[in-house]
């Protein structure tokens, strides 16, 4: 048999193609002699006979070369008489059995198509469960595939994260809450030793001694990492959080006044508080100064004058300059406040103040004998205030027989007189050496 759909040869008991698949359509075998003894019997029946035309035969001839190989042969005109003279003769008894044996071989035929049919709709339905059943095990192995690799998949984050940088802090920090410093220290260390530029760890590493009083160990975790990363900005910051928690911010500019990477110091900008500079710079003056106090990074200043370290609550706020009228030393301390409230190292200057003495005063007249009356005068010098003494004792500002000079002074008359006169600073009280001299005034 030959498949009308892909051309295929295949025995005629199957019913379906195995090439393509195609059902075959089963069509009983067509015989163009039995449709002319059945016009002819038909014809009988009717009372009318049509005799065959050699048209008719050469033409079923053709049709049945080339539709049916499986047709009966062709019936000779000798034959075909014969079989019209026995109709004749017995038309219904020729017709009968004709007829049923027709339609037993038709029944039978469409039994066989029914059952073929049937077989092939099961075959259908039998290869069709097939295919879903194979698609079902083919989507649970798939499920059962992604479902294996899923879980490896979180296996090995887990497995990754256990041992990772982030689960190192957090197993520390648990660590700690739990009150095993032992065991925090060891996660805090193998994380620095993952990652040692990050400072999550040193952070986690000083809270260990945060929660045991003890700030200087805490500061140490830092110091000591900074020592080791000068350029690590993010240390410097993580230094800086800590001093600021432990209420500490003094030691900020400590900190970034030892820093020598701009990098760092750009990063912290903001916690930078400039040490104050003063004006005229430390030194011996002699005579009254002021001193002005200035900060670059701005904010509050506050000074001491008495050598201790000034605070922004124990030291003068500066508005103002500082005048240093008293002779002697004096050393002034100041600090500035920024912005963010971090005060910065402490900045001192030394400053001597010595007024110079003048030499001892200019008195006139000079040493001498006088027989006429004269006066006498000392030169005062701007600052100073001039004492004297007509008796010979050394002139003191506290004594009663002590005089202030204020303006020329009669010799006494015929006597001898021991006239003392001295300077007396009027900033610092110093008096100068004293002036003598010696009168003697006579009548003429």
Do not use: W
Not at 88 to 102: C, D, I, L, N, T
Not at 149 to 158: S, T
Not at 239 to 268: H, R, W
Not at 369 to 397: F, H
Request: charged share 25%.
């Amino acid at each position: 048999m030959r498949c009308t759909h892909c051309g295929a040869e295949f025995p005629d008991d199957q019913m379906v193609c195995p090439v393509c698949g195609a059902e075959v359509q089963i069509v009983p075998d067509y015989n163009p002699l039995d449709d002319v003894l059945t016009r002819e019997v038909k014809g009988s029946v009717e009372g009318a006979t049509r005799q065959l035309r050699t048209d008719d035969i050469r033409r079923y001839r053709r049709e049945d070369r080339t539709q049916n190989v499986n047709s009966t042969r062709v019936l000779s005109q000798e034959e075909m008489a014969r079989i019209r003279d026995r109709r004749r003769s017995g038309p219904s008894r020729a017709a009968e059995p004709s007829s049923r044996q027709a339609g037993t071989g038709n029944m039978r035929r469409t039994g066989d198509v029914r059952r073929q049919r049937q077989n092939t709709g099961e075959i259908r339905r039998q290869r069709q469960q097939k295919r879903l059943e194979a698609a079902k095990r083919k989507r649970r192995n798939l499920l059962i595939t992604l479902f294996v690799i899923l879980a490896l998949i979180v296996a090995v984050i887990v497995l990754v994260y256990q041992n990772s940088y982030t689960s190192m802090i957090n197993k520390g920090y648990r660590s700690i809450q739990s009150g095993d410093y032992a065991a925090a220290e060891n996660y805090f260390q193998r994380a620095i030793t993952k990652d040692e530029s990050r400072p999550d760890a040193y952070t986690g590493y000083a809270q260990i001694y945060v929660e045991q009083d003890d700030l200087e160990s805490a500061e140490d975790v830092f110091l000591s990492a900074i020592e080791t990363q000068p350029t690590n900005a993010e240390l410097y910051q993580a230094a800086i959080d800590f001093y600021m928690e432990t209420e500490q911010p003094a030691k900020v500019s400590a900190l970034l006044n030892n820093c020598e990477d701009e990098g760092v110091l750009d990063a912290v900008s903001g916690y930078i508080s400039s040490a104050p500079v003063f004006t005229p710079e430390e030194g011996a003056y002699s005579e009254v100064q002021e001193i002005t106090i200035s900060s670059e990074t701005g904010g509050d200043i506050y000074y001491t004058l008495d050598g201790s370290d000034p605070t922004a609550s124990t030291g003068t706020k500066y508005t103002e300059p500082v005048l240093l009228q008293a002779e002697g030393e004096v050393q002034i301390r100041a600090i500035a406040v920024n912005s963010s409230g971090i005060p910065s190292v402490v900045s001192a200057a030394t400053y001597t103040i010595e007024f110079p003495i003048e030499n001892a005063p200019a008195v006139t007249p000079s040493t001498g004998q006088y027989t006429e009356p004269t006066q006498i005068t000392i030169t005062v010098p701007e600052g100073y205030t001039a004492y004297y003494t007509m008796d010979g004792s050394a002139p003191d500002p506290d004594s009663s027989s002590t005089q202030q000079y204020t303006g020329p002074i009669d010799m006494p008359e015929n006597t001898r007189t021991i006239f003392n006169a001295i300077l007396v600073n009027n900033q610092n009280g110093k008096a100068t050496e004293a002036t003598t001299r010696n009168y003697i005034t006579t009548a003429e």
